[in-house]
């Protein structure tokens, strides 16, 4: 996920989206309400489809696409990836300040569908007679509550969630005497880690780390550190309640203090590798989802042994349910499609359980689905690559990301705060997340 040119461009691509709302928007009625009489035209109906550029997802695309084109003459679906030189949300935003959007795409990042809204992009989909009671006959219970709009509306169809866990070298862990079962407490994993921090060819100095976590003060990248730990934390709360930054608490301040902990001790590199620092075993640990395992069983040299556990979480909730990030994508209709009723026809072809069980083998990432596990129809999809059940059973305990506008310049506030604190050592963890609230709620109180 590509998301650092989106930080650079946001603002100005933004500034222009939000120049169209005004035409975009129909008094009275949802955007896209005016294109409902397009839908019963006579003759075939193409629809528009954008998918992930992810090599998996595309071949998934492709196959149900292919499926429905088979099905359904009287609707065509064109397919088309999205561009793999951009972010998903950067190429969206540009075609919704172009009005080029698709009719759907399949690959919304949560996060910015507050900044999509503002600029009459998307659907609102709850004027489908039956969109509320399909999701919920879908998802498990709690999810689609998370993806409501701030105007009471639904703008998005959830579709996926792939849990981070904590993927650990069972080798290293072996041979330094390490249960991974005790990888589930901060002082469980700190303790793992002053044994398998080490300088491994005796020349002075260290080579093999605990962990490896991103140095760079990039804003997206906390959904991979700070904020995957806070989840676990604190039961799965977001950072903002009430649009009020919420995380300056026990949880917050003391999954810095890991964090911050993990740098000064010397348990992660302050530095930057080329390639795969976990394939290349330089680290026991690595934050990542389950679109890790097919590249892993790609890529893993001979003999390489792996597997995942739950995040750390604080000692005094060793035992609990263990909450995570959820790294959503879901699935969206743009105000701009001529046929909105064909296209949610489509998405839900695409949210079927069998394209659903399909999604799991094809990609190793996980749907949202009430009772995946017990499913029979993912089954084989589990069978051929064991380790998915573990992202499974995770699944039932994530979250996304806060749905605000200015999710940017909140986790850039985080990221800041990240570096001086974690990183530098220059901040203890506590007026961090001091001075990271303050920023948060200046800039909160600007929407």
């Given at each position: 996920?590509?998301?650092?040119?989106?930080?650079?461009?946001?603002?100005?691509?933004?500034?222009?989206?939000?120049?169209?709302?005004?035409?975009?928007?129909?008094?009275?009625?949802?955007?896209?309400?005016?294109?409902?009489?397009?839908?019963?035209?006579?003759?075939?109906?193409?629809?528009?489809?954008?998918?992930?550029?992810?090599?998996?997802?595309?071949?998934?695309?492709?196959?149900?696409?292919?499926?429905?084109?088979?099905?359904?003459?009287?609707?065509?679906?064109?397919?088309?990836?999205?561009?793999?030189?951009?972010?998903?949300?950067?190429?969206?935003?540009?075609?919704?300040?172009?009005?080029?959007?698709?009719?759907?795409?399949?690959?919304?990042?949560?996060?910015?569908?507050?900044?999509?809204?503002?600029?009459?992009?998307?659907?609102?989909?709850d004027s489908f007679p039956d969109f509320v009671s399909f999701m919920r006959r879908r998802l498990p219970?709690?999810?689609?509550?998370?993806?409501?709009?701030?105007?009471?509306?639904?703008?998005?169809?959830?579709?996926?969630?792939?849990?981070?866990?904590?993927?650990?070298?069972?080798?290293?862990?072996?041979?330094?005497?390490?249960?991974?079962?005790?990888?589930?407490?901060?002082?469980?994993?700190?303790?793992?880690?002053?044994?398998?921090?080490?300088?491994?060819?005796?020349?002075?100095?260290?080579?093999?780390?605990?962990?490896?976590?991103?140095?760079?003060?990039?804003?997206?990248?906390?959904?991979?550190?700070?904020?995957?730990?806070?989840?676990?934390?604190?039961?799965?709360?977001?950072?903002?309640?009430?649009?009020?930054?919420?995380?300056?608490?026990?949880?917050?301040?003391?999954?810095?203090?890991?964090?911050?902990?993990?740098?000064?001790?010397?348990?992660?590199?302050?530095?930057?590798?080329?390639?795969?620092?976990?394939?290349?075993?330089?680290?026991?640990?690595?934050?990542?989802?389950?679109?890790?395992?097919?590249?892993?069983?790609?890529?893993?040299?001979?003999?390489?042994?792996?597997?995942?556990?739950?995040?750390?979480?604080?000692?005094?909730?060793?035992?609990?349910?263990?909450?995570?990030?959820?790294?959503p994508k879901n699935i969206g209709i743009f105000a701009t499609s001529k046929h909105p009723k064909e296209?949610?026809?489509?998405?839900?072809?695409?949210?079927?359980?069998?394209?659903?069980?399909?999604?799991?083998?094809?990609?190793?990432?996980?749907?949202?689905?009430?009772?995946?596990?017990?499913?029979?129809?993912?089954?084989?999809?589990?069978?051929?690559?064991?380790?998915?059940?573990?992202?499974?059973?995770?699944?039932?305990?994530?979250?996304?990301?806060?749905?605000?506008?200015?999710?940017?310049?909140?986790?850039?506030?985080?990221?800041?705060?990240?570096?001086?604190?974690?990183?530098?050592?220059?901040?203890?963890?506590?007026?961090?997340?001091?001075?990271?609230?303050?920023?948060?709620?200046?800039?909160?109180?600007?929407?």
């Amino acid at each position: 996920m590509n998301r650092s040119r989106f930080a650079a461009t946001f603002r100005t691509v933004a500034l222009a989206i939000l120049a169209l709302a005004a035409s975009l928007l129909f008094a009275g009625s949802p955007p896209g309400a005016a294109c409902w009489a397009a839908a019963g035209a006579r003759g075939q109906v193409q629809l528009d489809f954008w998918c992930s550029s992810n090599p998996y997802e595309i071949e998934f695309a492709r196959a149900v696409v292919e499926k429905w084109n088979r099905t359904r003459s009287d609707i065509r679906v064109k397919l088309q990836p999205l561009p793999a030189s951009r972010s998903t949300e950067e190429a969206l935003l540009a075609a919704i300040a172009a009005r080029t959007t698709p009719d759907v795409c399949a690959n919304i990042y949560p996060g910015v569908v507050t900044q999509f809204v503002a600029a009459g992009g998307l659907y609102r989909m709850d004027s489908f007679p039956d969109f509320v009671s399909f999701m919920r006959r879908r998802l498990p219970d709690g999810i689609l509550e998370q993806y409501r709009s701030s105007n009471g509306h639904y703008y998005q169809a959830p579709w996926k969630s792939n849990p981070l866990m904590l993927a650990y070298n069972a080798g290293m862990l072996r041979a330094a005497g390490v249960d991974p079962a005790s990888l589930a407490s901060y002082s469980g994993f700190l303790a793992a880690a002053a044994k398998l921090t080490c300088d491994t060819n005796r020349d002075g100095r260290t080579d093999q780390w605990m962990i490896y976590l991103n140095i760079e003060p990039i804003w997206w990248q906390r959904f991979f550190d700070f904020y995957t730990l806070y989840a676990a934390a604190s039961g799965g709360r977001t950072l903002i309640e009430n649009n009020r930054a919420a995380f300056n608490n026990a949880a917050g301040v003391g999954a810095m203090q890991f964090l911050s902990d993990l740098f000064r001790l010397g348990y992660a590199p302050k530095s930057a590798f080329p390639g795969d620092v976990f394939l290349q075993q330089k680290v026991a640990t690595v934050i990542t989802g389950p679109f890790a395992v097919p590249f892993y069983e790609s890529m893993k040299p001979k003999e390489f042994e792996y597997d995942f556990v739950p995040m750390p979480m604080p000692d005094s909730l060793r035992g609990s349910e263990v909450w995570t990030y959820g790294d959503p994508k879901n699935i969206g209709i743009f105000a701009t499609s001529k046929h909105p009723k064909e296209a949610w026809e489509f998405v839900k072809f695409i949210l079927s359980e069998e394209n659903d069980a399909l999604f799991l083998e094809m990609t190793s990432q996980i749907p949202y689905r009430r009772d995946l596990e017990s499913s029979p129809a993912f089954a084989s999809a589990v069978q051929k690559l064991p380790m998915l059940a573990r992202f499974v059973r995770q699944a039932r305990f994530t979250c996304g990301a806060d749905n605000v506008r200015p999710l940017v310049e909140v986790y850039d506030a985080i990221a800041q705060e990240y570096q001086y604190c974690a990183v530098l050592g220059r901040e203890s963890a506590t007026s961090a997340m001091e001075i990271a609230e303050e920023k948060v709620n200046e800039i909160l109180s600007d929407y």
